[in-house]
């Protein structure tokens, strides 16, 4: 597992490289991937009539589409989900380009690396290249910036906190930022160090994606970001009679990491997602994923904004 890197780890000496040697979040964690259910059955509150996708969210962004439509492009940014608690965008940053430094107030940022290489520097932490593959953590309140290294654009899939804007150090001009006026202050308290538990990165292709092995394990999890790895072999496709789950008052989406990921999601047919597809499930509607017989192993990457999100079953007819 020489491709995770902790924060904790990293700020031992922030003047020597650190050895990428640590593991995977404990089995025996406080906040688990998966919690006992509830004891009985219950009443859940479900719209009345299914949850509209507002755009930009919709219920399949597949790259290609998105890459078509940026061809001859080498910046820009794709807004793919937008809700009142996580905002998510495919973000390309041309060759030999970087990022200004800057930084959050709350909340983390995470990417996954679709394609390039990313020069990563976050404060606190030895500079590191992330490419296709990579998942990466910045903790709040680390001034961190990116720049795209070798021969052609870098691509990533972003997640933030929704709406909240970016922070810079006094020595940059910040960038304008609808309704905000940036004034010059000082703060406290300061980074969040070593509290933070979560892997700044994992190369997934290299740590995770090794032969046939499943994982279910996580990504990222606190108390408002919650961001799981799931990988697993081919399954035959459910009945359609298999409704899946749905949560009361979040809308959940997912990266689609490797293989092909088949989904049922209430108004919608069944349809499949390749790799570097987004997938989201408005709140309320039932969603049924489940790794398709297209691909050996597929995984996907879900994004949810509370720890553990409550999954609404069909009960069972008496």
Do not use: C
């Amino acid at each position: 597992m020489r491709g995770l890197l902790y924060f904790g780890a990293a700020m031992v000496a922030v003047s020597t490289a650190v050895a990428a040697g640590a593991q995977f979040l404990p089995k025996d964690d406080p906040m688990p991937v998966t919690e006992q259910r509830m004891p009985a059955q219950f009443w859940s509150a479900k719209p009345s009539t299914p949850t509209p996708y507002e755009a930009p969210n919709k219920v399949h962004w597949k790259l290609s589409e998105i890459l078509a439509s940026h061809r001859g492009q080498s910046d820009w940014v794709q807004p793919i989900i937008r809700n009142r608690e996580q905002d998510a965008d495919y973000i390309s940053l041309g060759v030999g380009k970087k990022t200004k430094p800057r930084f959050y107030a709350d909340d983390r940022v995470v990417f996954i690396v679709q394609d390039g290489a990313i020069r990563v520097t976050i404060d606190g932490a030895e500079p590191f290249t992330a490419t296709k593959g990579f998942m990466v953590n910045v903790p709040f309140r680390h001034i961190y910036s990116l720049e795209t290294v070798g021969d052609k654009p870098s691509l990533r899939f972003e997640v933030r906190q929704a709406g909240s804007p970016p922070l810079f150090p006094a020595t940059e001009t910040p960038d304008p930022y609808p309704g905000r006026t940036y004034v010059k202050v000082t703060g406290n308290p300061g980074p969040n160090k070593d509290r933070d538990t979560n892997p700044l990165y994992i190369d997934f292709l290299k740590d995770v994606a090794v032969g046939e092995k499943p994982y279910n394990g996580k990504f990222v999890w606190d108390d408002h970001f919650t961001s799981n790895i799931l990988r697993g072999k081919a399954q035959t496709i459910p009945p359609a009679t298999n409704k899946g789950h749905f949560h009361v008052d979040w809308m959940e989406f997912w990266f689609i990491m490797e293989g092909k990921v088949g989904y049922q999601i209430e108004g919608f047919p069944y349809f499949v997602a390749d790799q570097g597809d987004v997938v989201a499930a408005a709140k309320g509607r039932w969603h049924r994923p489940s790794n398709d017989p297209g691909a050996p192993m597929s995984t996907r990457i879900p994004f949810n904004p509370r720890p553990p999100i409550l999954h609404n079953f069909e009960a069972p007819a008496n």
